[in-house]
DNA sequence: TCAAAAGTGTTTCTTTTACACCCATGC
DNA sequence: GCATGGGTGTAAAAGAAACACTTTTGA
């Protein structure tokens, strides 16, 4: 456990990670289940003096995830007076979250830059952090209870994700290189909540000319083998310049 | 002139508000200008120790324009911990634009919450603060020279509208409570920098029934009077309700 | 009476929607 | 051989784009 201010962290600004996967057919968020508590939290973190704000969310996601170069992005700054208040921090003391010499610093006002993040599930190895028991995927049709407004934090960026959706590709980061179309339906599906027809989901997707055949089939299934896709940065690059979807 | 730091502000956290009005066919933007330096600067301030962000930025939007109930929404957190220099200080103390006292206020990290506004330019009241010898508009199309990374606060947070005219009407808090169709088409060429057809606009504008006509039209060009129309805000909900654009 | 902008409709083309049958695979 | 999901096309409807003439007003 390190004393945060003593090292050198900027003061008052913290960062929450909403960290969304897509596994068997559900959204899920990562959480970290505080010690001692049967509450939960978004991975999160504090900036260190000499480090720029994403650079540090990335930092921070990295250490949960294992992972590097992911999809991040700022959504909103949660800067209500009153989102961390004394009781919070009383209690994380009292059942031993944190120890007494950090309770100066936890007992700050934060100000806190929320982030998403989408990133390949398979790929993740949840590691839970100082103040956590464990670090676990959560459906998101089915949360636990959170500490502080950190609910309220997801939801707004799960509002965010859906909206963004309509405008770039994001979900590709929630997928692993090589896709069927099916899959890439269900994740659409799933994140609408709405049911969409194959036959033009497929035409539309295809239209674009972001994806490419790899040529190999997904085998296995009790039926025919469907096709894999790939991501072509190149074409999608190629396709933001020429406005994928512009509304005049 | 206050002594933030002892009057109790946030720590290392600064606003920066890019306020757009619309006049004579240009996008403008509300700038000030530095005490004894040929330097510009986005209006912004700091967040009182028990306010919250976006409420600091509303106080600081009422200061420069004496508008209140404003369109205000963050884009960015700039976060880069090179942005607010040791040398740039120095120049504010030595040209007086800050007095020595200050210098240990202004030479903390700060990372800077970026807001962007939209106003009516005619109910505008520009004032300068302490730091600035005026506050004035200036045209997006020819800007003086801003201080450290103002002019890409300024670029971002147009990127920002750009993209958020798309998706909602964001527009009508630029032009007064009642305008004519041509320009509300004018404001969207002005934006979107291009030409759009009469006619289309027209029908396009008018299908999300948003508008009403007020009954008046405005007279004294050397031209047919045209109609005056308003925005229906109780419209505009069931709209968006509705689904005023989506995309799946 | 003239210049300047306002108002208006139709046709064409593009995009979106709705909808059903055959195919490959593993059991 | 059969259950399961994969792959595909077309017609109808809706929406977007292109395009030009008449009207009102003030000078």
Same mark, same amino acid.
């Given at each position: 456990?390190?004393?945060?201010?003593?090292?050198?962290? %900027? /003061?008052?600004?913290?960062?929450?990670?909403?960290?969304?996967?897509? %596994?068997?057919?559900?959204?899920?968020?990562?959480?970290?289940?505080? $010690?001692?508590? +049967?509450? #939960? &939290?978004?991975?999160?973190?504090?900036?260190? $003096?000499?480090?720029?704000?994403?650079? &540090?969310?990335? !930092? &921070?996601?990295?250490?949960?995830?294992?992972?590097?170069?992911?999809?991040?992005?700022?959504?909103? *700054?949660?800067?209500?007076? !009153?989102?961390?208040?004394?009781? %919070?921090?009383? @209690?994380?003391?009292?059942?031993?979250?944190?120890? !007494?010499?950090?309770?100066? #610093?936890?007992?700050?006002?934060?100000?806190?830059?929320?982030?998403?993040?989408?990133?390949?599930?398979?790929?993740?190895?949840?590691?839970?952090?100082?103040?956590?028991?464990?670090?676990? #995927? @959560?459906?998101?049709?089915?949360?636990?209870?959170?500490?502080? +407004?950190?609910?309220?934090?997801?939801?707004?960026?799960?509002?965010?994700?859906?909206?963004?959706?309509?405008?770039?590709?994001?979900?590709?980061?929630?997928?692993?290189?090589?896709?069927?179309?099916?899959?890439?339906?269900?994740?659409?599906?799933?994140? *609408?909540?709405?049911?969409?027809?194959?036959?033009?989901?497929?035409? @539309?997707?295809?239209? #674009? !000319?972001?994806?490419?055949?790899?040529?190999?089939?997904?085998?296995?299934?009790?039926? $025919?083998? /469907?096709?894999?896709?790939?991501? +072509?940065?190149? $074409?999608? +690059?190629?396709?933001?310049?020429?406005?994928?979807?512009?509304?005049?």
């Amino acid at each position: 456990m390190h004393d945060f201010a003593l090292e050198g962290y %900027h /003061p008052g600004l913290s960062l929450d990670c909403v960290i969304f996967g897509f %596994h068997e057919n559900e959204l899920k968020v990562l959480l970290l289940k505080m $010690k001692n508590w +049967d509450k #939960w &939290a978004l991975p999160g973190g504090f900036v260190p $003096k000499n480090m720029g704000v994403d650079e &540090a969310a990335a !930092e &921070a996601l990295f250490e949960r995830t294992g992972l590097k170069d992911i999809f991040l992005r700022q959504f909103y *700054l949660f800067g209500n007076p !009153e989102r961390n208040n004394a009781d %919070h921090v009383e @209690k994380l003391v009292k059942r031993g979250v944190i120890q !007494e010499n950090l309770k100066s #610093w936890f007992s700050q006002r934060f100000v806190s830059m929320g982030y998403y993040s989408l990133v390949e599930f398979s790929k993740v190895t949840p590691v839970p952090d100082t103040i956590s028991e464990f670090c676990e #995927w @959560k459906p998101l049709s089915d949360l636990p209870p959170m500490i502080i +407004d950190h609910e309220e934090i997801l939801q707004r960026a799960y509002q965010t994700l859906k909206k963004e959706l309509d405008d770039e590709p994001v979900w590709l980061n929630l997928l692993p290189e090589k896709f069927t179309m099916t899959e890439l339906q269900t994740l659409y599906e799933t994140i *609408l909540g709405k049911q969409l027809d194959r036959r033009n989901f497929r035409r @539309k997707i295809l239209s #674009w !000319e972001i994806l490419v055949e790899t040529g190999e089939r997904r085998t296995g299934g009790r039926h $025919k083998a /469907p096709i894999l896709y790939q991501f +072509d940065l190149e $074409k999608y +690059d190629r396709a933001l310049r020429e406005g994928l979807k512009q509304g005049w």
